[in-house]
């Protein structure tokens, strides 16, 4: 089972809106309703910001949210602010042998 | 409050074993799988596997199957993640999650502080 594709980096300034992509196949991402996001600082464990493609966890501010269109799913993040830099990665259910599988992550960096 | 509190760091020579735990409180230890995730120096987050420590239900990804055990004691709501034979590879920060739901399908929703592996002759 290959990682989900994410872009390696990408950059908005303070106010702005920025995207991530998370694309996968139809065994895993295209096949379920069960994508989830996680924002990692460096040295941190990761924290979750949306499940089931776009439930957001109680305390994770709105300007988060989640989509999923086909095999690739989606995170946006609305009036990015400085907090936001992080290192994020999607996770998709894969079926019943593989469970789950992550993307390759994407290091978002406020301008 | 959900908590999974995870066992310190180890420092280990190849061929060792080695059993690092992941106790959880706040909630019923018994009604969520616990899953283990992997993140190598400077690299991504891997999935490793995934118990239900109610039954001991215990599936693996195929790239870390007979390569770890994992394994749940649930009188202590303690999980584990053991090996039987270490290697330099194996050098990485260890994370321990819970699942948002009693299924194995959406995500992890409250995680362990990682413990720190190195492996080192």
């Known amino acids: 089972q290959s990682a989900l594709t994410q872009p390696r980096s990408v950059s908005g300034s303070p106010g702005q809106s920025v995207t991530i992509s998370c694309t996968g196949t139809?065994?895993?991402?295209?096949?379920?309703?069960?994508v989830s996001w996680y924002q990692q600082h460096p040295g941190k464990a990761p924290k979750l910001m949306i499940y089931?493609?776009?439930k957001r966890p109680s305390g994770v501010p709105d300007r988060f949210s989640g989509s999923k269109s086909g095999n690739t799913a989606s995170l946006t993040i609305s009036g990015l602010q400085a907090e936001d830099e992080a290192d994020y990665y999607c996770?998709?259910?894969?079926?019943?042998?593989?469970?789950?599988?992550f993307g390759t992550g994407t290091k978002v960096t406020v301008l | 409050e959900v908590q999974l509190v995870q066992s310190g760091a180890e420092v280990k020579k190849p061929g060792e074993s080695l059993k690092i735990s992941c106790k959880g409180s706040g909630y019923s230890f018994t009604s969520y799988w616990i899953g283990w995730v992997r993140q190598m120096p400077g690299k991504g987050l891997e999935w490793m596997g995934i118990?239900?420590?109610?039954?001991?239900?215990?599936r693996y990804s195929p790239s870390f199957q007979g390569q770890v055990t994992i394994s749940a004691d649930k009188s202590i709501s303690t999980a584990y993640l053991q090996w039987s034979s270490l290697k330099a590879s194996d050098t990485a920060m260890y994370y321990c999650?819970?699942?948002?739901?009693?299924?194995?399908?959406?995500?992890?929703?409250?995680w362990g502080q990682g413990t720190l592996v190195t492996v080192s002759s």
């Open positions: 118990i239900y420590p109610g039954d001991s239900d215990t």
């Open positions: 089931d493609v776009s």
């Open positions: 139809s065994s895993d991402v295209g096949g379920y309703n069960y």
């Open positions: 996770c998709s259910y894969a079926g019943s042998y593989t469970l789950y599988v």
């Open positions: 999650a819970r699942t948002t739901s009693e299924l194995p399908l959406g995500g992890f929703d409250y």
